[in-house]
């Protein structure tokens, strides 16, 4: 278990935050409970990072090694601020080989239960981005979604990861926007008025703006190659793509291969 030390110590973690989410224990399963936002808005997000990988696979190796039924198949992919594992169990479906990371013990055990039970094979380890950093560890796709407006010191944190991107691999990352329009509805709205999710779980303050963002992903070395918002479409309850950065948004990364930085 890491240590409070440890946790203080790292710029990624947030000890408010991550006692907060702790927390949540077996509620991260509950798609009725208090993460039913989350568990709206997995789809979209894993229907993005299926797309972008395609994409890119699909321009290196031609179109039909896109049409395979596990098209995440063969990447090491590391999800950092795993929680209960929603994202990771779904990616691990698609044939990646996951890595999850969480510095909330509870997260991690119920993330662990609940993998075994869908007999799933995914890596759950209680620690920081800073502390695997520190192995040497490196992934073809490192994710950070939903974690960074949750974290200390986004230039510090967003360092660590691009880190652990190998050449030619990807940082991909999902959070909110520092914005007027994102206070209103982040906050005022999915908090306090449809109570979408636990009060408290999101502080303003914390947004991070897209420029602010892209510029802590060129400083740790990466070429930005995607942005886009995430909407929410209140007639059929659903999230997806959008041109509006306003609120929800994704912006994907890559560390460029040798053989193509020139």
């Known amino acids: ?7 203080q110590a790292a710029p990624s973690v947030d000890p408010d935050d991550v006692a907060r989410f702790d927390r949540l224990g077996e509620e991260w399963w509950n798609p ?15 229907n993005y990072l ?19 039924a596990q098209p995440l198949e063969g ?62 560890k490196s992934f073809d796709l490192v994710l950070a979604m ?50 979408w999710v636990p009060k408290g779980t999101h502080r303003w303050a914390q947004f991070v703006k897209p420029q602010e963002l892209a510029a802590a992903l060129r400083s740790a070395g990466l070429h930005i190659f995607d942005e886009t918002g995430i909407g929410y479409d209140p007639f059929d309850g659903t999230w997806r793509e959008s041109r509006d950065m306003d609120v929800n948004y994704v912006m994907a990364a890559e560390r460029k291969s040798p053989a193509t930085s020139a």
Do not use: W
């Open 146 to 195: 939903e974690v960074i407006e949750h974290v200390r010191d986004v230039g510090g944190f967003i360092k660590i990861a691009a880190g652990m991107v190998r050449p030619g691999g990807m940082l991909v990352a999902a959070t909110l926007n520092r914005t007027l329009k994102s206070y209103a509805l982040a906050i005022l709205g999915a908090e306090y008025v449809l109570q």
């Open 75 to 136: 990447l090491e992919i590391l999800d950092i601020g795993c929680g209960g594992g929603l994202l990771s169990e779904a990616l691990s479906r698609l044939g990646a080989k996951m890595t999850a990371i969480d510095p909330a013990p509870t997260n991690i055990e119920v993330a662990r239960r609940h993998a075994e039970a869908s007999g799933l094979n995914i890596g759950y380890l209680c620690t920081t981005a800073e502390a695997l950093a520190a192995e040497h």
């Open 50 to 68: 299926r797309k972008l990988v395609e994409r890119r696979q699909g321009r290196r190796q031609g179109r039909a090694a896109t049409d395979r």
């Open 32 to 46: 009725r409970g208090p993460m039913r936002a989350l568990h709206q808005f997995n789809p979209s997000r894993i």
């Open 1 to 7: 278990m890491l240590s409070k030390e440890a946790k």
